[in-house]
T-cell receptor
Framework: DADVTQTPRNRITKTGKRIMLECSQT?????MYWYRQDPGLGLQLIYY???????NKGEISDGYSVSRQAQAKFSLSLESAIPNQTALYFCATSDLQGDTQYFGPGTRLTVL | GENVEQHPSTLSVQEGDSAVIKCTYS??????FPWYKQELGKGPQLIID?????GEKKDQRIAVTLNKTAKHFSLHITETQPEDSAVYFC??????????FGAGTTVTVRA
C-alpha cells in the first residue's frame, strides 16, 4: 500500500552494526506497528505505538528499540545487529476505530 | 498468549477449483479473525475478516467460517484464478490491535 512506505527496501549489514529502519504513513492513523516475518513463522509483533507518547513491547522486542518521531513516522532500530535478526520487517498502521492493519512493502534485512 | 495454527502450509489447486485453508486458535477470548493475502514482494493485505458474533461471511469468491466452540476458522476461495496465487495468513485477536498470526499457506493455482 503506497500510503505506508518503508526505507530502505533492502539492507545488508554486518554483525555489530547499528541499523535503523524507517516507516512513514499518510493515512493519518494513530496506531503503528513493527513486525518481523521469518519463513514458516508468520508475522511476529516487535513493538506497537498508539500515539507519539505511547510505545509498547510486542512478543519479540529483545534486541530492538523504536522511536515514534511524529504521528506519521515510526522507526525501528537494531542497536547491535546479529545474524539471527536477518528477516523481512514490516511496518503497519491502523486507526483507533478500525481493526484493519495496513502494511508497508517491507524491508529485507540481511545481517552477515 | 494466543497461539494460531494454520494448515496446510502449501496448497496447489487447478484453476477453477476451490481452496480451503484452516486455522485453529487457543484463546477463547479471541473475537476478531482477519485473513491477509501477501503477494510476492509486497506487504500483507486484508482480504476478509470475521468477528465472533458471526458464523460466516462472504465477499464474492471468498468466504470465511468460524466455529467458536471448536476454536477454528477457515478461508474458502471458490473458482480459483491465477491471481489468487499468494501466501495467505490467518490471525486472531481479542483486542483488535494485537494480532497473532498463523505461519501462512502458500497457494498455487495451476492454469
Amino acid at each position: 500500500d503506497a500510503d505506508v512506505t518503508q526505507t530502505p527496501r533492502n539492507r545488508i549489514t554486518k554483525t555489530g552494526k547499528r541499523i535503523m529502519l524507517e516507516c512513514s504513513q499518510t493515512k493519518g492513523h494513530d496506531r503503528m506497528y513493527w513486525y518481523r516475518q521469518d519463513p514458516g513463522l508468520g508475522l511476529q509483533l516487535i513493538y506497537y505505538s498508539f500515539d507519539v507518547k505511547d510505545i509498547n513491547k510486542g512478543e519479540i522486542s529483545d534486541g530492538y528499540s523504536v522511536s515514534r518521531q511524529a504521528q506519521a513516522k515510526f522507526s525501528l532500530s537494531l542497536e547491535s545487529a546479529i545474524p539471527n535478526q536477518t528477516a523481512l520487517y514490516f511496518c503497519a498502521t491502523s486507526d483507533l476505530q478500525g481493526d484493519t492493519q495496513y502494511f508497508g512493502p517491507g524491508t529485507r534485512l540481511t545481517v552477515l | 498468549g494466543e497461539n494460531v495454527e494454520q494448515h496446510p502450509s502449501t496448497l496447489s489447486v487447478q484453476e477453477g477449483d476451490s481452496a480451503v485453508i484452516k486455522c485453529t486458535y487457543s484463546d477463547s477470548a479471541s473475537n476478531y479473525f482477519p485473513w491477509y493475502k501477501q503477494e510476492l514482494g509486497k506487504g500483507p493485505q486484508l482480504i476478509i475478516d470475521i468477528r465472533s458474533n458471526v458464523g460466516e461471511k462472504k465477499d464474492q469468491r471468498i468466504a470465511v467460517t468460524l466455529n467458536k466452540t471448536a476454536k477454528h476458522f477457515s478461508l474458502h476461495i471458490t473458482e480459483t484464478q491465477p491471481e489468487d496465487s499468494a501466501v495467505y495468513f490467518c490471525a486472531a485477536s481479542f483486542n483488535d490491535y494485537k494480532l497473532s498470526f498463523g505461519a501462512g499457506t502458500t497457494v498455487t493455482v495451476r492454469a
